[in-house]
């Protein structure tokens, strides 16, 4: 069996079957015994080979057979699917931004981000492609105990594609709308005896569906694991991304109606080039038994990147005419960390534990260097937004940072998860310290801090039944802030307490599952845009968030699946040092939200076999800014449709339909002249060769 696909469900247990995840029929493999040759548990973000039943949390799966059916490319497409997550202002296009029960991490670098429980948010990172993606993870709840930094509404984790024993070679093309084109391949299989070898490359270019704001991005991922015994595996992974992209700051709201202009209009500077961005990570981690049900996991992480390039941002809107700044950017990091845990797993006096300790450390380095040109009345460097007229000469971007950022920091961790009976109760507690230096060279100043916090987290999972269990979790979380503010003084770390009760359910033998839960969130210390310096953040004071939350997946038959997600979320701001924003709503975050995904597969992978999709998603209302200005984005719902065809057993047909009615939709905002349009009609053809 393909190792990857091992490990994309050990998230659920071993042994756990593929209906449990949002995967469908088509494609799908129900595991029954997995042996993996690189990595056990260690991959998946809540550390443990558990029932799913038995988790006293709500988690939600989502496998390679759905990523595979729908047809996505950029790890955003799925965030409607994994219920509870909301997208945020993506900085222009540069990154994948969303909200997890109502909070989005750093505002300007992004939202926390694991990829196989290796930190990987660090930085400005472009979106995220999903050929190297085996499993996306969405662990609700805080899991900082074992994972460290993150929010408290939870925490995302990728488990990446890895090397299997079955040689296989795959090759994917597509063609659609905006003149998009991807290729993907994906080789596999083993070198010798011991040692096995994948690489994943995929190619994309497009023009995009808005005016003069193409993209292009290029992923190569090679992997490599030796396992010399059946007691140690290695296993070494290398990511490598390049990205070129139009910095986008979306259309302009015109009376409050986001939807005024066309979703096409451009109002920056085709002349201006494209952002680039690079990255490159490698991972290498091991796995060794030590005896029976005791083992030694462990890892180093090395990541680096950039972001440059220069772009037009919208600025005020006076009559007509868009005043505009200038931005020119130069920003490059190096992150490097390590993790080594010990696990063992023992029955003592009658008493099922999985114990884990663990001890982990990073060291990270940022360089910034900004020039921005503001507007005015004298040089207003405007555009008409209902006839623009490009080609302006540029203005002078002046100095508006220099800065290195240093960061390091060590933790240590104990989680057990203790099964007696029908009661499994999860404890955990980790300790971090933290050290921050900030070197403002265009000030000559230099901010240090060295917090350090304690995360405890307790939960209780009783199974009621064969079918039915209910749990309650606790814990609290904490994130330093990256940045300083105007006057280059660093940020107090934000601090979180959650709290969740909620139950689960497997019926129908085991064809129908999910997961009910309510939740409460109060969260400290959460930065926002200041609203008298552009470009920097501020600490307001506290926010919370609590609602409800379910999702199931019903494997109706073997040919037809259904996987549905909702969530209700009220989040607002509860204490803030800036006047009348207390009971706010934060941007972005609608109170109702929920998708529904149907497929079915007349003969899964035979000649002949047809494969048919379809799907609802809907956002409702939302804040569109963190100012209290009263601007709204309004409710909207997609479909999408995917049709398959089996035309030989190594050959696959594929049309995808995104957005199928050409609804007209807001997709986020940052204010009422940063607004992100949402794409119309896309269609996509794809063909799949296995050899």
């Known amino acids: 069996m393909v190792f990857a696909a091992g490990c994309s469900l ?190 994943v490359a995929a190619y994309q270019e497009t023009d995009g569906f808005r005016d003069h704001v193409g993209s292009d991005r290029l992923v190569l991922a090679p992997s490599f694991t030796w396992a010399p015994t059946d007691r140690l595996r290695v296993l070494y992974q290398l990511e490598a991304n390049k990205v070129h992209f139009v910095h986008d700051r979306g259309v302009v709201a015109i009376g409050g109606n986001g939807k005024a202009l066309p979703r096409t209009r451009f109002l920056g500077e085709p002349n201006d080039g494209k952002i680039r961005q690079e990255t490159l990570q490698h991972q290498a981690s091991f796995f060794l038994d030590l005896a029976e049900g005791i083992s030694l996991e462990g890892g180093v992480q090395y990541r680096d990147g950039l972001f440059k390039g220069q772009s037009t941002h919208n600025g005020s809107l ?111 507690v980790r300790h971090d310290w933290f050290e921050q230096n900030n070197t403002n060279y265009r000030t000559s100043r230099l901010d240090q801090q060295k917090p350090s916090r304690t995360s405890p987290r307790a939960a209780v999972t009783w199974m009621a039944s064969d079918t039915v269990s209910l749990y309650a979790s606790w814990g609290q979380s904490f994130r330093y802030n990256q940045g300083v503010d105007a006057v280059s003084r660093a940020f107090a770390p934000e601090l979180g307490e959650a709290y969740e009760a909620g139950l689960k359910v497997r019926l129908l033998d085991d064809a129908l599952t999910g997961t009910a839960s309510v939740f409460r969130i109060e969260k400290e210390n959460t930065l926002v845009n200041d609203p008298a310096n552009s470009g920097f953040s501020i600490a307001v004071g506290e926010a919370r968030s609590e609602g409800a939350e379910a999702n199931a997946t019903w494997a109706v038959s073997d040919k037809l699946s259904i996987t549905a997600v909702y969530a209700y979320t009220d989040a607002k701001v509860t204490r803030d040092t800036r006047p009348g924003l207390t009971g706010s709503s934060l941007s972005n975050v609608p109170k109702h939200s929920g998708a529904v995904y149907a497929s079915w597969a007349s003969n899964r992978t035979q000649p002949g076999s047809i494969g048919i999709g379809g799907g609802l998603s809907f956002v409702g209302e939302r804040a569109g800014d963190d100012v209290n200005s009263g601007f709204k984005l309004p409710r909207y719902a997609t479909a999408r449709v995917n049709l398959g065809v089996q035309v030989t057993p190594s050959v696959r047909a594929a049309l995808d339909v995104e957005n199928l009615f050409d609804t007209a939709y807001l997709e986020s905002s940052y204010s009422n002249v940063w607004i992100t349009p949402g794409a119309p009609r896309t269609v996509t053809g794809r063909l799949k060769v296995v050899f």
């Open 10 to 199: 050990l998230a659920l247990g071993g042994g756990a079957r593929a209906a449990e995840t949002a995967g469908t029929p088509e494609g799908t493999t129900v595991v029954e015994d997995v042996k993996v040759t690189a990595r056990r548990a260690s991959a998946s973000i809540n550390g443990l080979d558990v029932d799913p039943r038995t988790l006293p949390q709500n988690v939600r799966v989502l496998d390679r057979a759905l990523i595979e059916t729908i047809g996505v490319a950029n790890l955003s497409d799925l965030f409607d699917l994994a219920g509870g997550m909301a997208r945020q202002n993506s900085f222009g296009g540069a990154w994948d931004a969303y909200a997890i029960r109502g909070f989005s991490g750093d505002i300007n670098q992004g939202p926390d981000l694991l990829v196989n429980r290796f930190v990987s948010n660090r930085g400005f990172n472009p979106r995220r492609d999903v050929a190297t993606v085996e499993a996306f993870q969405v662990l609700k709840g805080p899991a900082s105990a074992l994972s460290g930094k993150g929010e408290p509404g939870g925490s995302i984790n990728i488990v990446t594609k890895a090397p299997g024993r079955d040689p296989v070679a795959i090759v994917e093309a597509s063609y659609g709308s905006f003149d998009t084109w991807r290729g993907v391949a994906d080789l596999n299989g083993p070198l010798t005896s011991t040692t096995a070898a994948r690489l």
């Open 318 to 428: 006076v009559g007509a005419l868009l005043r505009r700044q200038l931005r020119i950017h130069s920003y490059s990091w190096e992150d490097a960390s390590g993790r080594l845990e010990l696990a063992v797993k023992r029955t003592l006096a009658g008493v099922d534990h999985q114990l884990r300790i663990g001890v982990d450390a990073f060291d990270y380095n940022q360089t910034r260097v900004f020039y921005r040109f503001s507007p005015s009345a004298a040089v207003p460097y405007a555009i008409d937004v209902y006839n623009p007229v490009y080609g302006q000469a540029k203005p002078t971007a002046t100095l508006n940072q220099n800065i290195l950022e240093e960061l390091n920091g060590k933790s240590l961790y104990v989680q057990d998860l203790a099964t007696i009976g029908r009661l499994t109760v999860m404890l955990g």
